[in-house]
């Protein structure tokens, strides 16, 4: 290997790559977010949500899965959290309804609302 580079000073390396690689992915994860936001924004609808689900998805992350229905179709969505517990006591407010918006090209596409607890959010939403 020290013999190709001495012939390819210039050559980049593995782990140069791999960085550039992760970089991308990075970006195409952010643009797609924020493309799905604007979706919402520009396509807005709002139903009613249930919380499914407190989750704890790795070592200090944790999430809430919310179901909504747009005409007879079921959809799933989620959102980061920091931990929290309502003012029923159950954590996450599971059980419980709040304002979904979603988008009406898209209704995949979708944010909670969590009214007062909104705040224990972590997923960035750059368009409300």
Request: net charge positive; glycine share 10%; charged share 25%.
């Amino acid at each position: 290997m020290d013999a190709l580079r001495n012939k390819f000073p210039g050559s980049i390396s593995k782990d140069t790559i791999a960085f550039v690689i992760g970089l991308l992915v990075l970006v195409l994860c952010i643009l797609y977010g924020t493309y799905k936001q604007y979706d919402i924004a520009d396509n807005q609808k709002k139903t009613n949500g249930e919380i499914l689900e407190f989750y704890h998805s790795t070592r200090a992350r944790y999430g809430l899965k919310y179901r909504y229905w747009v005409g007879d179709k079921e959809y799933i969505g989620s959102t980061g959290v920091s931990p929290f517990k309502c003012d029923n006591g159950k954590k996450g407010c599971v059980g419980q309804e709040f304002p979904v918006y979603y988008s009406s090209e898209n209704p995949q596409y979708s944010r909670i609302d969590l009214g007062k607890y909104e705040k224990y959010k972590t997923t960035v939403e750059f368009v409300k």
